[in-house]
């Protein structure tokens, strides 16, 4: 099982700024594909945004030009950078890392995200 822990959530006003880190101690960091999903409670967790081993990055609509993603695979983190946050940007946020060839996905716990004046 691939350890994944998220940090960075909290509280922010409309408009405001969040950065969400995902740290992992696996060895083959590098060679996972990695995203941001997030969930509402009584909602279907969403693709947030993706990054592959080899750096393409994907976008859900809802976030694009507000959010970027970005890894550091010496340091073995996932970052999320949240700008002009909106109300519905509200959720639980989870770090979710695979490997390209295995089916198996690994999922950190979650950090909650509150966009609220």
């Known amino acids: 099982q691939v350890q994944l822990e998220e940090s960075g959530g909290g509280l922010a006003q409309p408009g405001g700024s969040l950065t969400l880190l995902c740290t992992s101690p696996?060895?083959?960091?590098?060679?996972?594909?990695l995203a941001w999903y997030r969930q509402v409670a009584g909602n279907q967790r969403e693709m947030v945004a993706r990054?592959?081993?080899?750096?393409?990055?994907d976008y859900a609509d809802s976030v694009k030009g507000r959010f970027t993603i970005s890894r550091d695979n010496l340091k073995k983190i996932l970052s999320l950078q949240m700008k002009n946050l909106k109300p519905e940007d509200t959720a639980v946020y989870y770090c979710?890392?695979?490997?390209?060839?295995?089916?198996?996905?690994?999922w950190g716990r979650g950090t909650q995200v509150i966009v609220s004046s």
């Open positions: 696996e060895t083959n960091f590098n060679f996972y594909n």
């Open positions: 990054i592959n081993s080899t750096g393409p990055t």
């Open positions: 979710h890392a695979k490997l390209p060839w295995i089916r198996e996905e690994h």
